[in-house]
């Protein structure tokens, strides 16, 4: 199916949406939080879990952030040869991570909750100070005050939940082919590999459960809010097609063009996207 969405100043525009997004995630990513006043009771006994490296290194973050989503529309482009749902699952999360970014960054900077970790942050040799002045690297204490919520569950969720969405979608797991397993666990599998890197967050002293949960609900709220900006419900028969696709098919009939011929008309109904009945490679 050839691309219908155009190069515009809508499309322009969309880029440039996200590329300011992009911009302010990462120089927020630089900025102080909120230093929040800490009891010594709750310096002791609320943050003084032992220091750990992280299970889920940044990189490794990134590397399955990045790279799913990037596989996901090759896989569309490549083997489903529908160069319109891959250029718009990119748009969409795209867009999903930006806003997930932006707005978990925010409230973190806003909170600034410690770490559990904060104790050891602050104090490297365990002992503190009379005025509880922190002693340890500043740049570690800095860290220590953006434990809420998650950034790594909020970032996991958003990516792998819009992978999620995509592939219930394509498969049409909730709408016109209900009660196949395989479907099912195809489905649920980028869910299991989010909650894994987000219940890690706990195992390694990086986060409180209530970071994680709730930075596991932002992401995946913003990854399902963004899908739905391009594609037709999950429950629906259209499921897995790109509004672009029908909206495209629609404006045809609509300016009264007279360029859909049957034979385009047929290739149209053909299309695995639409209804599933010929071709279809998801079979």
Request: glycine fraction near 6%.
């Amino acid at each position: 199916m050839p691309l219908i969405r155009s190069a515009s100043l809508n499309l322009f525009i969309e880029i440039l949406i996200r590329i300011a997004l992009v911009s302010a995630f990462c120089y927020m990513e630089t900025m102080s939080p909120f230093v929040r006043v800490i009891h010594k009771s709750d310096l002791e006994s609320e943050y003084k879990y032992p220091r750990r490296e992280s299970y889920v290194p940044g990189s490794a973050l990134w590397a399955i952030v990045l790279s799913v989503p990037c596989l996901l529309s090759l896989l569309a482009w490549a083997a489903c040869n529908d160069c319109n749902d891959a250029f718009e699952l990119l748009l969409a999360w795209s867009l999903a991570l930006g806003l997930n970014g932006v707005l978990t960054d925010t409230v973190k900077l806003i909170s600034g909750r410690p770490r559990p970790d904060f104790f050891y942050r602050c104090f490297p040799d365990g002992i503190p100070t009379e005025d509880l002045q922190c002693t340890g690297d500043p740049d570690d204490i800095m860290e220590g005050r953006k434990s809420f919520p998650s950034g790594h569950s909020s970032l996991s969720f958003c990516s792998l939940g819009m992978a999620t969405a995509w592939i219930c979608g394509r498969l049409g797991v909730l709408s016109r082919r209900r009660g196949s397993a395989l479907r099912v666990v195809c489905c649920l599998a980028p869910l299991v590999v989010a909650s894994s890197v987000a219940l890690s967050r706990s195992c390694d002293y990086h986060h409180h459960w209530q970071d994680i949960l709730v930075g596991s609900l932002l992401g995946y709220s913003i990854a399902i809010f963004c899908y739905r900006q391009h594609y037709h419900p999950l429950s629906s028969d259209l499921s897995g097609v790109p509004y672009v696709v029908t909206n495209g098919s629609i404006m045809k009939y609509v300016n009264g063009k007279p360029d859909i011929s049957p034979v385009k008309e047929k290739e149209l109904e053909s299309t695995p996207l639409l209804n599933g009945r010929k071709e279809d490679k998801w079979i």
